[in-house]
């Protein structure tokens, strides 16, 4: 099965999962609402200002209109029953608001086929001649004109040019609407960020306290509900820090009050008599495993100490490690990469976490181990792998490794306490980092331990 379609479409869903989880922030979530309502009110104003103002503006128009018109098509007419305008006067009435009558076969005619038909005023316009009408309005050089074709002027079209409606007037009324929707659209993206900012403050030391470190106290501000979480949540750490200050007392005192008895054992041990030489060494045995055993119970329950990262090479500690693990019996092969970029951490525990892997390796390697250091493609991590040719380790139980008290496939042997591969775990994750153990298509297992490269760290 060709592998390239099925990364395709494994890929196009995490995208798409990736564009669902960003709609799921508060942040998303609160500018879309609020940009929602934001075009309903717009759209609302607009209704509202034509269904309101404009319609009956247009109506009363529409009559006003009429009335000249009756003017026009009349022959005589009584004004309020006592004044008499001749047709010629109505016709200058007209002239002199702009109303001028063209053929329907004249040029001007095209601009009346060019207009946009206007049902309301037709239809309007219809009742009030009483005389099939059809209202145009087009976009004239100087503003805008309306057409009429009326059926008691056949072959006739009345232009009425509108000299009070310029095309400039409606630009201020988009312009401040398109001003005023992106000062409101600004104004509630500022508001929703400055909502928002007490959240990501909390968001990064719950971040900080998954990974075993204890922030400093969030200061308390926001809105009523934020405050609350924040005031519960430096609490929570705070208990925390003292729960795990009681832990590292407890653990150093049972470490002290068993490891003093161990030590009069042992001392008592060495002092035995020849023929009890055999009992000596069992028991000699046994204490130091259980000073073992402590030692690894406290290296578990050890903090991290940030103050104490500094910049180191991965090459250096690597190259620290075969050196210092290698020998006659197992040689470990060594291919570091050149102008690995540097790590930020604790020398100490990182040589600790990685000397561990490589122990393991030398242990059940059958003879062969290999080191690798180098990065990833875009430069963002610094790793190390081991390698190693032995039994390898059942698929079933390979998530398990890094549990405590986890001792392994019996193809690796049961040795030590179980705690190695789960301190190796969290020394890495104190330092941000990560590990993950496969099996080799070749046989053996591979370890890869990967770190934040610094930007600017190449040796």
């Excluded at 003017?71 to 200058?92: H, K, S, W, Y």
């Excluded at 991290?304 to 690597?318: G, Y």
């Excluded at 790793?383 to 690796?412: C, M, Y």
């Excluded at 990560?434 to 610094?454: D, E």
Aim: charged share 20%.
């Amino acid at each position: 099965m060709d592998s390239e379609p099925f990364l395709f479409i494994i890929n196009s869903r995490l995208r798409s999962k990736g564009n669902v989880m960003r709609f799921r922030s508060s942040f998303t979530q609160s500018i879309l609402l609020f940009f929602t309502l934001l075009i309903a009110s717009q759209v609302f104003s607009y209704y509202a200002v034509y269904n309101y103002a404009l319609v009956p503006s247009l109506q009363q128009f529409n009559k006003i209109l009429a009335h000249e018109l009756v003017f026009f098509l009349e022959d005589t007419e009584d004004v309020d029953g006592q004044i008499e305008m001749d047709a010629p006067l109505r016709r200058q009435v007209l002239a002199q608001l702009g109303v001028t009558i063209h053929a329907d076969d004249s040029a001007m005619a095209n601009e009346f086929n060019h207009a946009l038909p206007i049902d309301l005023m037709s239809e309007e316009m219809t009742d009030e001649l009483q005389s099939n009408t059809e209202v145009r309005l087009i976009l004239g050089e100087e503003s805008y004109i309306l057409w009429m074709q009326i059926d008691a002027l056949p072959n006739s079209l009345i232009r009425i040019p509108l000299s009070e409606l310029q095309e400039e007037d409606f630009a201020p009324l988009f312009r401040n609407s398109l001003i005023m929707a992106l000062l409101v659209i600004v104004g509630g993206w500022l508001f929703i960020r400055l909502q928002n900012r007490p959240l990501t403050a909390l968001e990064n030391a719950a971040k900080l306290v998954g990974k075993g470190e204890i922030p400093p106290p969030l200061p308390e501000r926001g809105a009523s509900e934020i405050r609350s979480v924040t005031r519960a949540f430096n609490q929570m750490a705070k208990g925390i820090q003292e729960l795990e200050q009681d832990r590292t007392l407890l653990m150093a005192g049972i470490s002290h009050d068993i490891r003093t008895p161990l030590t009069r054992i042992r001392l008592a041990t060495e002092m035995m008599s020849p023929e009890d030489s055999y009992l000596a060494e069992g028991i000699i045995s046994d204490t130091e495993e259980c000073n073992e055993i402590i030692g690894q119970f406290m290296d578990y329950l050890k903090p991290v100490n940030t103050q104490s990262f500094e910049p180191m090479s991965l090459n250096d500690i690597s190259s620290d490690i075969v050196s210092s693990e290698g020998g006659y019996e197992v040689q470990i092969e060594y291919a570091p990469m050149k102008n690995i970029k540097d790590i930020e951490g604790s020398p100490i525990a990182i040589k600790r976490a990685i000397t561990n892997l490589v122990v393991n390796a030398v242990r059940y390697g059958n003879g062969w181990v290999k080191v690798t250091t180098g990065m990833t493609v875009d430069n963002k991590l610094a790793w190390v792998t081991i390698e190693d040719n032995g039994p390898g380790i059942e698929e079933s139980q390979i998530g398990r490794l890094f549990e405590p008290f986890t001792r392994g496939d019996t193809a690796r042997g049961s040795e030590g306490t179980g705690l190695g591969l789960a301190i190796v775990k969290r020394i890495i994750s104190q330092h941000h980092g990560s590990v993950s153990i496969t099996n080799r298509s070749g046989g053996g297992l591979k370890a890869q331990v990967s770190f934040p490269a610094l930007k600017n760290g190449l040796r």
